[in-house]
């Protein structure tokens, strides 16, 4: 094999491709990533910027399927569905009915909680180790209720964190200003969670991330994968130009373009979806903003950047090909400037990106059953940053040969 073919090759450029390619190089491994397009300048360039490690629970349970036909009905509202897009999205609903099933809900929680321990342990210490502590905000989060009987309905949720051993406090009153002061009255009470961070800036964070990686060999090409192939030497990816780029091992990171790069390759059924999530980023200056608010009835955050303020969120089942709705951003714009009333909504510009989703909130993790020498990690859903450490450990262990750092069965490719 040519010196090019030891490599191991990431596809997508994105967080979870960057996270990995620092871990496998800091290894010691010889690492190329590709992407058509750069580093983080796609889905990852654009979320929340949360490092969510306390979000256990899966979006796919018995009360949301109590509450989804209500939120479907608004084109505009937490969760919606392109009409002309239904009939493509039938076998996804299905899987996420058969999801929110108690034993598989129960099953999820406790998969979905074994990786954010790791998730948390993972990121913190490669932050460390890459010296980017200062792009790091412990402030905690605030997820905001308008009623009384609004944060009860959220209790049962709040209890299976406590049972994972996640802090939190339910707050009213002066404690409820001092943390957000500026709220609308109309929020009666709030739920801190004192672990939750942020980043500064996602797009800078991966930035900052992927030159740690590059201080350790990482290299970048910029291309378009157009199928994955296997030959005599072993896998190799075929480019939009019709070259070849051999390697020893391959690991699909391409969010939520990574099945349409499988498919010919595999006899996997792996239903992947999209959450598009649309936001409108604000300049600096638009808010006074303590730490990250969250609307959960409303589907929606509002983040404090180094850059500004972010309001986003929400989730399109739409795929990957029809045209951006920037009526969505308008709306959840419409509703910050409401809940906090001292917000200056101009000069923002809006954004969309593709949050790769998968039914029972879980990511896709371990072999192509066709080509052991083929990783599979993507599927994280809106918990992409969150998570992409423990992904790039896990995957790494798999390169490696090694026991994977947590059971990773719940992940199989192949579990639908």
């Known amino acids: 094999m040519s010196q090019s073919e030891h490599r191991i090759i990431v596809v997508g450029a994105g967080i979870v491709g960057i996270a990995t390619a ?58 919606s569905v392109r009409p002309s897009y239904l009939p493509r999205l039938v076998p996804w609903l299905w899987q996420f009915w058969k999801a929110s099933l108690p034993s598989r809900f129960e099953a999820s929680i406790a998969a979905q909680t074994s990786l954010m321990r790791l998730a948390e342990t993972e990121m913190m210490a490669l932050v460390a180790r890459a010296g980017l502590e200062a792009m790091i905000h412990h402030d905690g989060s605030l997820e905001l209720y308008e009623s009384e009987a609004e944060l009860k309905a959220s209790l049962e949720g709040w209890r299976r964190r406590e049972e994972a051993g996640i802090a939190f406090e339910h ?72 070259s070849l780029r051999r390697a020893r091992k391959i690991i699909v990171a391409a969010g939520a373009w990574s099945v349409r790069l499988i498919g010919a390759r595999t006899r996997l059924q792996i239903p992947l979806e999209t959450e598009r999530g649309y936001n409108t980023s604000l300049p600096a200056g638009s808010f006074d903003l303590k730490r990250q608010l969250i609307f959960g009835n409303h589907g929606f955050v509002v983040t404090p950047l180094s850059t500004g303020v972010r309001v986003g969120g929400a989730v399109e089942l739409a795929g ?79 390169v490696d040969g090694r026991q994977p750092a947590i059971d990773i069965s719940a992940y199989r490719p192949d579990r639908f």
Do not use: C
């Open 171 to 242: 707050v009213r009153g002066d404690k409820l200003a001092a943390l957000q002061p500026g709220l609308s009255p109309q929020f009666v009470a709030g739920t801190y969670v004192p672990g939750w961070k942020t980043v500064s800036e996602p797009q800078h964070f991966a930035h900052n991330l992927w030159a740690y990686a590059k201080r350790h060999g990482a290299m970048f090409e910029k291309a378009e994968v157009s199928a994955l192939e296997r030959t005599v030497e072993g896998p190799a990816l075929r480019l939009a130009d019709g």
């Open 22 to 79: 620092a871990l496998l190089s800091e290894a010691g491994h010889a690492v190329t990533v590709i992407d058509r397009s750069g580093i983080a300048e796609e889905t990852s360039k654009g979320n929340a910027a949360a490092l969510a490690f306390s979000d256990i629970l899966p979006l796919a349970s018995p009360k949301i399927m109590l509450k989804a036909p209500k939120w479907l009905i608004d084109p505009l509202g937490p969760l």
């Open 320 to 398: 990957l090909d029809l045209p951006p709705n920037y009526a969505r951003s308008k709306a959840m714009l419409e509703k910050a400037s409401r809940f906090l009333p001292g917000l200056k909504t101009s000069d923002g510009s809006e954004w969309m990106g593709f949050r790769p989703s998968i039914p029972d909130s879980l990511p896709v993790l371990g072999v192509l059953p066709e080509d052991p020498d083929v990783l599979l990690g993507f599927g994280n859903g809106h918990l992409g940053l969150t998570q992409s450490a423990a992904m790039g450990r896990l995957l790494a262990d798999l």
